[in-house]
């Protein structure tokens, strides 16, 4: 009996141990178990972002990127011939024939022609792709007409009761020194959940632009969040009325060090539960994005309004680019 105790309890406590050591462990596989699908979630998060940043990058330095914006000229009532040699109202610096064409404006309210120089438009010259014709241009802010040459393009703006001329040169120099964009470190902690409050009805929001003028948005509600036990609010705005995106226009204390000086933008989806609705809505700042001032002077480009000037320094998303 004595022989069979000594087996007995040694045996016995062999059990209560081993239920011991998996209770332990039972909070840790727990544990273990919950943050698989977080971990998972992280890559997933920064192999995303990155894709995006590569496509940003891609979407700068292309044939008809920002770096490749080397003018924008205000059309004047009148004759405007554009072309290389110097006796043209404007004056193309690149590759181009000495006379291209005239952009007439005339006409209250006015209206834009283009016309051909004495010597005809050059054999390759379109306008939207097509063999280019003499005629009146549909000059809207959704749909430009566009005169390319070659690696030229031209694109008729309207601005208020203005035209102007943007001029882009795929060989421009700003584009062959391209050498990257500037990125913070990706931060989890920068990609917030806001809440998203409606206005009970869309407003316009008047928007300034670099040179002076405004731009007037609809701006449909306010994201509220809290960032480092700030309470914060952003205004978005919509560029287009039938858009799928909410345009955040903003700036952030590292405009005086480390980002663009003048403005930030962000561009998010929808909030869950729609515009008109109260709902929720992610704002990571890790895709925050120069304007195209940040490449070129020749860009003009909406500015903050003072509600979206932030008290706090959101380091993460782009950084000033180094020309």
């Known amino acids: 009996m004595m022989n069979r105790r000594r087996v007995l309890v040694p045996f016995t406590l062999v059990l209560l141990s081993a239920g011991l050591s998996n209770l332990a ?14 971990l998972q979630d992280d890559v997933a ?23 490749t914006l080397v003018g924008l000229e205000w059309l004047k009532p009148g004759f405007n011939s554009f072309g290389a040699a110097k006796d043209n109202q404007i004056q193309l610096r690149a590759q181009a024939p000495d006379h291209i064409g005239l952009l007439t404006v ?3 309210p006015p209206i834009v022609q283009l016309l051909a120089p004495a010597a005809g438009f050059p054999a390759d010259l379109t306008i939207d792709g097509a063999p280019a014709r003499e005629g009146q241009l549909t000059v ?27 001029i882009k040169d ?23 959940t806001a809440r998203w409050i409606p206005f009970d009805s869309p407003r316009i929001q008047k928007i300034p632009t670099g040179i002076g003028a405004t731009l007037d948005l609809p701006a449909p509600g306010v994201a509220e ?15 287009e009325r039938d858009g799928h995106t ?36 992610t704002l990571d700042f890790n895709r925050l994005e120069n304007p195209a001032c940040a490449y070129t002077p020749y860009a003009n480009c909406p500015q903050p309004p003072v509600q979206n000037r932030l008290p706090v320094a959101l380091e993460a998303g782009e950084q000033r680019y180094n020309r």
Do not use: M
């Open 25 to 38: 462990a039972a909070p840790a596989l727990a544990q273990e178990a919950a943050t698989a699908p977080a």
């Open 45 to 67: 998060w920064r192999q995303e972002l990155a894709a995006w940043r590569a496509q940003r990058e891609s979407e700068v330095a292309a044939p008809g990127g920002w770096l």
């Open 106 to 108: 005339s006409g209250k």
């Open 140 to 166: 809207t802010n959704a749909k430009p007409p566009i005169i390319a040459l070659h690696g030229l393009t031209l694109a008729v703006l309207i601005r208020g009761d203005r035209f102007a001329l943007r």
């Open 170 to 192: 795929a060989d421009a120099p700003a584009r062959a020194a391209f050498h990257g964009l500037n990125w913070y470190v990706p931060n989890p902690h920068l990609r917030v």
């Open 225 to 239: 969040f809290t960032l480092d036990g700030h309470i914060l609010h952003l205004e978005p705005v919509i560029e």
């Open 246 to 281: 909410l345009f955040f226009i903003l700036r952030d204390s590292t405009s005086q060090t480390t980002t663009y000086a003048e403005a930030r933008y962000l561009h998010t989806g929808l909030p869950d539960h729609g515009l008109s609705q109260p709902g929720a809505l």
